[in-house]
């Protein structure tokens, strides 16, 4: 196997040893023997809990991010909004996660990704209670837009820290696993928005999720510290501990090492010394293609997917003039196609390679998109059931790229990387349904499919350029 190398990264050493600044030495001989370790253990309760717990915080995370759109048909006749003011309200969340994303990756690089993570979350749990108390537009606008600084912030740390706490065989089924309580998220949002809100009024949505959420930031605050970012910033003792804790439940719950790895001995592994990484690096010689890549998978998946989600609905209610509760449920499909493909994805992804299956879900997608584009006088059910199914397979592009944008930068810049790569996908969600209004004004519906066709054809010949890292430990992928 080929391993990349990079001028700004460090040397390749001999197996089962790292270089400090000095050369090789005790301690990054210590630092590559926990790694090993960690490749060896198969997956136990300790990981389980690591899963569950971040995996709440996402599951919220989606439940709050979506939670608006299910008030919005009260507070527009209660407090008689305006187009421009429903405008603000949705697009303030958006400017809350780009920032949230910047600022919680970057904190996750330095102060720690349990400890970022439980921050956000607290933040997004105590603004959805905020904003379930206010009486005002002004008010509800600056609590979304604060909330939404948490909902930003918790993906990219969750996801950076679900990665590092994973060895190589099984890493993406260990994490699709976990990325699918985001679309679940999502679903439930709805069911329990369909019940409450029509029975004790609508502050009673954002009322709901912030108990649960101030009670997973404390859960979150006591996970223990990802190994692989003590051991980058030279806290082997304390690393040490934790993967001792590891075994522990490896043993216990009749978890045993691996007998052989499959993956070779890292070649190399960051030294043990906290070094300093700029944005800049991501577009430095060894990082450019593969970060301009992510950037362009990030905002193609996301263009085409939250465009569907935001359009969908509104398309089955004035095009095919369904009642507006039949079209809300038949929009909600999509992401119950999602989560379907997601868990055959979780599935399938350790053996088919998160390259083959971009690729193809791109290419699916856009096959669909194009019938939809082309096909002359579809009925409702062709309509609904190729945008349904193009949703399911495009968003599970979405999903991957939480597990493939980690796994392709060193544990220094993972958090900060993958918030970065993530901003696109909040510029995407602002383009995306705004150019979608622009081209209904101007003609019908075909020239908007036609535009997700192209979308996703770009997504996927970028998709062509990824850096396969099925079965490929981390230190190996990004050394």
Sequence with gaps: MTLEVSTLGPAIASPGAVLSADGPGPTSTRAAALIARIEALAFSRWHIRGRVVM???TFLDAFDALSLAFVLPILVGLWHLKPLQIGWLIGSSYIGQLVGAL??????ETRGRTSSAAIATAIMSVMSLACGAVGSFPLLLAC????GIGV???????????SELSRAPGRGRFFMLYELLFPIGLMATGQVAAFVVPAFGWRSLFLIAGVPGLIVAVLIARLPESPRWLIGRGRLDEAERIVADMEASGRRNGASVAPTPAAPVPAAIEPPVAKRTRWTELL?????VRTLVAWALWASAFFVSNSLNNWLPTLYHLHYKL???????IASLTNVAQVIVLLACAFCIDRIGRRKWTVAAFALGAALMAALALVPHQSFVFTAAMATAAYGVIGSVAAVLYLYTPEIYPTRMRAMSTGIATSWLRLASAVGPALVGALLSKGGTGGVFLMFCGVAVFGGLAALFMVETQG????????
């Design 152 to 162: 930003g912030g918790e993906m990219p740390v969750a996801a950076a820290y679900i």
């Design 144 to 147: 979304r837009l604060i909330q």
């Design 284 to 288: 430095s010689p060894f990082y450019r």
């Design 103 to 108: 600022l919680f990756s970057r904190m996750a």
């Design 55 to 57: 995996g709440s915080a």
């Design 472 to 479: 490929r430990r981390l230190e190996e992928i990004a050394p």
């Design 323 to 329: 009642k507006l509760g039949a079209a809300l449920h």
